[in-house]
């Protein structure tokens, strides 16, 4: 796309934005990979090197947890990215009182380090970890040790952080605030998510459903014709592109 039409495009997303009443966002791992942490389905994602039914089953982890903590333990270096421009331009956007929340896929609390506020994790995070034996609950600083995988202090059990696993269910708490979000949003941002993991993948649906409209972020659109405004390549770029847009169009 010539820089001209990009421009066009933005300004279009900037124009849905000012007339929007609540506009939401859900987000994937694509926003993060300009902080340094891969995502899942992309060429060099996670799932090209650890299968996601031997890695991402809670049964999987049950049967051999150092087995899988091969595969958290990697992922645990996120815990100390940074947030980029784009985490950045979405808490401006709240900010500036035209994002009502984020519903976010990501496990890597970075849309709250960039300053969001109304943040759902709908696949938990790495603030905290659950002894899969009695149950005990402990916080990340707990657990920051160079040997993985972590054990409890009490019982010994191998923890497990509070991410959601393919075969586990969404929080009930992220359920019921998501829902709160999407009720009435008429504008939905989806940003560096292919909306392939089901249920975040069915709430540009429910938006569409409810005569809202979408707004996609994506290195590879995947709305296609569900989206009213596509916005095609880097998450940090486009984004900042489009909070500085708002202040330039009508
Ligand atoms: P995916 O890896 O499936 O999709 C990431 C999307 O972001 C792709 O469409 C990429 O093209 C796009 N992308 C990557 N980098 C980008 C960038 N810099 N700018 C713009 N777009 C970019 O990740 P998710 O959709 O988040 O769940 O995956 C959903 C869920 O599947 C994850 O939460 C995780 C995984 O299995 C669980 O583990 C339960």
Excluded at 77 to 92: F, S, W
Excluded at 105 to 122: A, C, M, P, R, T
Excluded at 192 to 221: W, Y
Aim: charged share 20%; aromatic share 6%; net charge negative.
């Amino acid at each position: 796309m010539k820089k001209s039409d990009m421009t066009d495009v933005i300004a279009d997303a900037a124009r849905l934005l000012k007339e929007s009443k609540k506009t939401i966002a859900l987000t994937g791992a694509g926003v993060s990979t300009e902080s340094g942490i891969p995502d899942f389905r992309s060429r060099d994602g996670l799932w090209s090197r650890y299968d996601p039914m031997e890695y991402g089953t809670l049964g999987a982890f049950k049967r051999d947890p150092e087995k899988i903590w091969t595969m958290l333990a990697e992922l645990m270096t996120l815990v100390d990215a940074r947030p980029n421009e784009g985490h950045r331009a979405m808490a401006k956007l709240e900010e500036l009182g035209m994002l009502a929340g984020i519903i976010t896929q990501n496990i890597d609390s970075l849309h709250q380090k960039g300053g969001s506020k109304k943040v759902v994790e709908y696949h938990g995070s790495f603030d905290s970890f659950t002894c899969m034996q009695c149950a005990c609950s402990y916080p990340l600083a707990d657990v920051r040790k160079p040997d993985l995988p972590p054990h409890c202090s009490s019982c010994h059990g191998i923890l497990k952080p509070d991410i959601v696993f393919f075969d586990e269910q969404i929080p009930p708490s992220a359920l019921s605030e998501s829902r709160d979000l999407i009720h009435q949003a008429d504008l939905l941002i989806v940003a560096g998510t292919s909306c392939q993991v089901v249920p975040a993948a069915t709430i540009p649906a429910t938006v569409l459903a409810q005569g809202g409209k979408i707004i996609e972020i994506n290195r590879e659109p995947v709305l296609n014709t569900h989206a009213e405004v596509i916005l095609e390549g880097s998450f940090s770029q486009l984004m900042s592109q489009l909070v500085t847009a708002l202040h330039s169009t009508q």
